[in-house]
């Protein structure tokens, strides 16, 4: 037991502080401050899902916002027609799981290549867009929910508890929520990636070719990564218009699809945690910058990405534990060889 713990430190101490602040927080933050920070929570949870696809089955998704999108719409309509969120919370995984999937056979098994792959998934958010910010008026409307277009859609219910529809979540509850479902995505993607498939996967994005000279179906293996990566990513826009009662085409926008790789590319796109660190902290960034008029958040988390591509091309994440925590460790055993010698010469 002492070796698995030792063997998996890192994991455990994500878990350790991860339950410390899900715990913590609600007890020493106002309101307020709860709020952003589950904001922050499941632009992580969004976060996870292209670093999944991206960064360990080597499929670049340009438009990952269109998954993001339909799991805020499909949770905003459902959940308005049906008045609870039990089967609304399902289908907005459900729904851009199946469009991820019908999408992927297309394209993996149709052999497109990376490039046009990300061409196509940009233009199908496009459409998206342009397509749902042109439904207003009381014509557009899906059952009794009206899309609103460019408007958006107001006043859609909250979370509730389980069959409940008249015990909605506080935001208290709300917080608690995101950021465990935050540590089941994380630690489930992490037992994932340890199994068969998750070490095909990666062999996939290393060397597919290889990989199916060795007998295994890489598209399968594509196709399948791509839908979970929707799935999760339905899931983040289900807890975003959940948490802000709203939802705007802005969700399909190519500005949202561009952020994420943003994250991405701060935090580390080959591992799990640099993509939670990279939202948190962009996104933290874009709500200061907003506050105030000299600066265009654009502009800003442009300069970021440059930045990054430029000088830190694997994130903060890998440049820490590949090249920081060795010079710490290097610097602590030169301090600590010169002891064995004094002793030494004393004796």
């Known amino acids: 037991m002492t070796d698995l713990i030792r063997a998996n430190r890192g994991l455990v101490a994500v878990g350790v502080i991860g339950l410390g602040l899900l715990i913590g927080l609600p007890l020493v933050l106002d309101l307020y401050t709860l709020l952003q920070i589950t904001f922050y929570v499941i632009f992580a949870i969004l976060a ?10 080597g499929i670049l998704c340009f438009g990952h916002s269109v998954f993001f999108g339909l799991g805020a719409y499909a949770y905003a309509v459902s959940v308005i027609n049906i008045g609870e969120s039990t089967l609304p919370f399902l289908i907005a995984m459900a729904l851009p799981a199946a469009f991820a999937a019908g999408l992927g056979y297309f394209m993996f098994y149709g052999r497109i290549s990376d490039v046009y792959v990300g061409v196509i998934t940009l233009t199908v958010t496009l459409i998206f867009y342009n397509v749902v910010n042109s439904t207003a008026g009381p014509r557009y409307h899906i059952g009794e929910a009206l899309l609103g277009g460019f408007n958006g859609m107001p006043n859609v219910p909250s979370l509730n508890v389980p069959f409940q529809p008249d015990n909605t979540l506080e ?16 630690f489930g993607l992490h037992a994932l990636l340890r199994t068969r498939f998750g070490r095909v996967l990666v062999a996939v994005r290393e060397n597919e070719q290889r990989v199916e000279f060795l007998g295994y179906d890489s598209r399968l293996h594509k196709l399948i990564a791509f839908a979970i ?75 970021i990405l440059l930045v990054f591509v430029l000088l830190v091309p694997k994130g903060i994440a890998p440049m820490v534990s590949e090249r920081l ?4 460790l290097s610097l602590r055993q030169t301090q600590a060889s010169p002891r064995p010698v004094a002793q030494e010469r004393k004796a």
Do not use: D
């Open 48 to 57: 996870l899902s292209l670093a999944f696809i991206w960064g360990y089955g």
């Open 171 to 186: 935001p208290e509850g709300m917080f608690i929520l995101c950021g465990a479902i935050l540590l089941i995505v994380y």
């Open 229 to 303: 990566g929707g799935a999760l990513a339905g899931l983040a826009g289900c807890l975003f218009t959940a948490w802000g009662n709203f939802v705007s085409p802005t969700a399909f926008s190519v500005v949202q699809s561009a952020q994420i790789i943003i994250w991405l590319m701060v935090g580390g796109p080959g591992t799990l945690l640099g993509p939670v660190i990279g939202a948190m902290f962009i996104s933290w960034l874009t709500v200061k910058i907003g506050t105030q008029q000299t600066i265009n958040a654009n502009v800003v988390l442009g300069g």
């Open 325 to 328: 925590v060795p010079w710490l």
